[in-house]
């Protein structure tokens, strides 16, 4: 038996898209980091026309936007396409266009100077990595996961629970994918960790949807107990989140 995010993908990402990471200016960010990696690699994003695939709620969409000729952002849930609206809205931006599509439905009459896909699911299947190549007329760009990336809060709900969480290796796949093909490539690791401060309700509805996911109805009195520990000297909850990416660049002859 599936996940939820397996089985019913947008349910899921929908339900998620109220607590999912979205835009947030600044330099800092660590969506403006692995910009600067990229650019640092030769590859321009101006005067392009982007497809962003798994766009969520527009971490990078948004980014792409403020420097390519237009962007299409794709994602499965509607909800964080709206949120991505609103937020691309308020940075005055009129160059993207909101598509709501599964990848493996989507249908282009064009190829896209480059193809942007981050940490997303739409490309775990032989079919949705062909998909890529098809759309992309120059380059594609591929951020993926590197083994388990579980914050420290759910790694205890997880193992009171006694669920296995999946373990997300889509970039060192990918990397055998392309090397099968016979496809150049630049790649370079990505580490760290992500802190980020919660409301208590906000952090418990994020454990609810991890271990709903899992099939896993948990008991609200022991969650509530159990994320006290959390709580910072500001009364706001911190997790904490180690991340292992890869990001994979290559160029689609």
């Known amino acids: 038996m599936g996940t939820i995010a397996e089985t019913n993908p ?10 999912f990471p979205r835009y947030t200016p600044g ?22 026309s982007v497809l962003d695939v798994g766009c969520g709620c527009g ?5 792409l936007a403020q420097e390519a000729a237009r962007v299409t952002a794709l994602d499965i849930s509607d909800e964080m396409l709206s949120i991505l609206k609103k937020d691309a809205e308020t940075e005055g931006l009129s160059n993207l266009e909101y598509v709501n599509s599964n990848w493996l439905e989507f249908s282009a009459l064009e190829r896209y100077d480059l193809v942007f896909c981050s940490m997303t699911p739409a490309l775990d299947s032989e079919e949705g990595k062909l ?30 629970y006694g669920v296995t969480p999946n373990v997300v290796n889509n970039g060192p796949e990918m990397r055998t994918w392309l090397d099968g093909r016979g496809v150049k490539y630049s790649y370079r690791p990505i580490r760290g960790e992500w802190t980020k401060l919660w409301s208590k309700p906000e952090l418990a509805e994020s454990c609810l949807i991890g271990l709903e996911n899992y ?35 290559w160029r689609n002859f």
């Not at 947008?10 to 607590?19: E, G, H, L, P, Y």
């Not at 971490?59 to 980014?63: E, N």
């Not at 083994?147 to 420290?152: A, E, Q």
């Open 10 to 19: 947008k349910k899921f990402w929908n339900r998620r898209s109220k607590i």
């Open 27 to 48: 330099e800092d960010q660590f969506e403006a980091g692995v910009l600067r990696l990229i650019r640092e690699e030769g590859l321009s994003f101006e005067g392009r």
């Open 59 to 63: 971490m990078y969409t948004i980014r």
């Open 131 to 160: 998909k890529v190549l098809s759309h992309a007329r120059d380059w594609v760009v591929f951020i993926g996961n590197s083994g388990l990336m579980c914050s420290n809060v759910m790694a205890g709900l997880y193992a009171y």
């Open 215 to 249: 099939g896993i109805d948990p008991d609200p009195i022991q969650l509530d107990d159990y994320l006290e520990k959390y709580q910072a000297d500001d009364g706001q909850y911190l997790d904490k989140t180690p991340y292992n990416l890869e990001l994979i660049i």
